[in-house]
């Protein structure tokens, strides 16, 4: 059975930096194939996909946060980080964390999400 | 355009027949997949690989594509379908695109 689950802040202020862990089971991260992303929805708006880490280390970012972002990974623990600089208020969201198999490409399972918000 | 794009709210009278769309360029080389979202819920993947359909998703929902546009079809909507619909697609560099979202209302 596939989890994954999201920790964090909840409350972080303008200009810190973010980080936030996938705890994941049910899958390996070392397995060809298997990737982690990070998936934001802030209040009342669409998903934005942010980052994916593959199982070979390949990283990809969303091109127009590729410079606050970085996504890692420990295989050993089962765990990605995501890392966001320099917050911002309009950063606040519900972030995600979902597996993808390649090749289908799809957001097959998802965490519950962790609600963070920016705010002085 | 690099986007995809969907139309913000949809309705559908209870039984009824709707089809959701995804327009964008890059769904001439890419499957777009489709994700059912309720309030204070995570996504739910409804369709992917263009049509396939997972275990456990009922067979009244569907989904095709021609050209440009991915579609996804609810045969005899339910009250339970009311929700917020998803298209994502990806580009050769492995980046992805979420549509801005569809509400779809079942009246």
């Known amino acids: 059975q596939v989890t994954l689950r999201e920790s964090g802040p909840a409350l972080v202020k303008p200009t810190q930096t973010l980080t936030l862990t996938c705890t994941f089971s049910g899958f390996s991260l070392s397995i060809s194939g298997m990737c982690v992303t990070w998936i934001r929805q802030s209040p009342g708006k669409a998903l934005e996909w942010l980052a994916r880490i593959d199982w070979d280390g390949e990283e990809h970012y969303n091109i127009f946060l590729k410079s606050r972002l970085t996504i890692s990974k420990d295989t050993s623990r089962n765990q990605v980080v995501l890392t966001m600089t320099n917050m911002d208020p309009d950063d606040t969201a519900t972030y995600y964390c979902?597996?993808?198999?390649?090749?289908?490409?799809?957001?097959?399972?998802w965490g519950q999400g962790i609600l963070v918000t920016v705010s002085s | 355009s690099s986007e995809l794009t969907q139309n913000p709210a949809v309705s559908v009278t209870l039984g009824q027949t709707v089809t959701i769309t995804c327009q964008g360029d890059r769904l001439r080389s890419y499957h777009a997949s489709w994700y059912q979202q309720k309030p204070g819920q995570a996504p739910l993947l409804v369709i992917h690989?263009?049509?396939n359909r997972p275990s456990g998703i009922p067979d009244r929902f569907s989904g095709s594509t021609s050209g440009y546009t991915a579609s996804l079809t609810i045969t005899g909507a339910q009250a339970e379908d009311e929700a917020d619909y998803y298209c994502v697609s990806r580009d050769s560099s492995g980046n992805h695109l979420f549509g801005g979202g569809t509400k779809l209302t079942v009246l």
């Open positions: 690989a263009k049509t």
């Open positions: 979902a597996q993808l198999v390649v090749p289908s490409y799809t957001f097959d399972y």
